[in-house]
């Protein structure tokens, strides 16, 4: 699966470098690019990329800011600073940035950045399992998230299904989203969150949606047309 990145600069010019050389390695895949700040913590909380490239000097706000941000919602996204002010190294350090690149850079040292990131991910994932804890009346509940075969919301309420139990909390998708380990999990539909890996089949409900079953449970998911054809891109890439 690619590594999929946003890239968040006030210069159109820089925006396309990066781009491009995104573009160039076949593992790689740009996802989303903003124009300031703002717009750049709004993309990546909907798109949830593995790396984001952020300029630091960009109207409405900055990128530290940006990526105090982004670290507290997406913990995972790897955040990498590109920027003509060495005098802000400090800072992002400090915002656990993962590389800081001083303009003008030669393109190659940005393939070096994305090729040490994808195999410190790809290290984690195949090392890591993922615990999350769920809170409710009864106590707490420390679920593994390889073992979750789908997240659905209903009536304030948000089930967590596994292939044995399923669990209910009060945290919303948004939230429990931000938790999880990227891979395997997918957003396909407002109401609901799957693992893609625990899908058994897909077929049609309506017009414009999808209803999907998964090995280990008889519940089901709704996914919206355009999201089964993100999906289906994404997991022939």
């Given at each position: 699966?690619?590594?999929?990145?946003?890239?968040?600069?006030?210069?159109?010019?820089m925006?396309?470098v990066?781009?491009?050389?995104?573009e160039?390695?076949?593992?790689m895949?740009?996802?989303?690019?903003?124009?300031?700040?703002a717009q750049?913590?709004?993309?990546?909380?909907?798109?949830?990329?593995?790396?984001?490239?952020?300029?630091?000097?960009?109207?409405?706000?900055?990128?530290?800011?940006?990526?105090?941000?982004?670290?507290?919602a997406?913990p995972?996204?790897?955040?990498?600073?590109?920027?003509?002010?060495?005098?802000y190294?400090?800072?992002?350090?400090?915002?656990?940035a993962?590389?800081?690149l001083l303009?003008?850079?030669?393109?190659?040292?940005?393939r070096?950045?994305?090729?040490?990131?994808?195999?410190?991910?790809?290290?984690?994932?195949?090392?890591?399992?993922?615990?999350?804890?769920?809170?409710?009346?009864?106590?707490?509940?420390?679920?593994?998230?390889?073992?979750?075969?789908?997240?659905?919301?209903?009536?304030?309420?948000?089930?967590?299904?596994?292939?044995?139990?399923?669990?209910?909390?009060?945290?919303?998708?948004?939230?429990?989203?931000?938790?999880?380990?990227?891979?395997?999990?997918?957003?396909?539909?407002?109401?609901?969150?799957?693992?893609?890996s625990a899908?058994?089949?897909?077929?049609?409900?309506g017009?414009?949606?999808?209803?999907?079953?998964?090995?280990g449970?008889?519940?089901?998911?709704?996914?919206?047309?355009?999201?089964?054809?993100?999906?289906?891109?994404?997991?022939?890439?």
């Open positions: 699966m690619k590594m999929r990145i946003v890239i968040a600069d006030d210069d159109a010019g925006r396309l990066l781009r491009k050389t995104i160039s390695m076949e593992s895949e740009c996802v989303g690019e903003a124009a300031d700040g750049a913590v709004q993309l990546c909380l909907e798109l949830r990329p593995d790396i984001v490239f952020l300029d630091v000097d960009m109207p409405i706000m900055k990128g530290t800011q940006a990526a105090k941000e982004i670290a507290s997406l995972n996204t790897s955040k990498v600073f590109c920027t003509a002010h060495s005098e190294m400090p800072e992002a350090f400090e915002l656990y993962a590389d800081y303009k003008p850079f030669k393109t190659d040292r940005i070096q950045t994305l090729r040490k990131l994808q195999k410190e991910k790809l290290r984690i994932k195949t090392t890591t399992a993922k615990t999350i804890l769920l809170k409710n009346k009864e106590g707490m509940n420390f679920l593994q998230t390889k073992d979750i075969l789908l997240i659905y919301r209903e009536n304030r309420v948000t089930y967590i299904v596994t292939s044995d139990d399923s669990y209910t909390t009060s945290e919303s998708l948004n939230s429990l989203w931000a938790k999880l380990d990227g891979g395997n999990f997918f957003r396909c539909h407002r109401a609901y969150i799957i693992n893609t899908i058994a089949s897909v077929h049609p409900y017009r414009w949606t999808y209803v999907a079953t998964f090995r449970t008889d519940k089901t998911a709704l996914i919206t047309q355009e999201k089964l054809e993100e999906l289906q891109a994404s997991l022939q890439s």
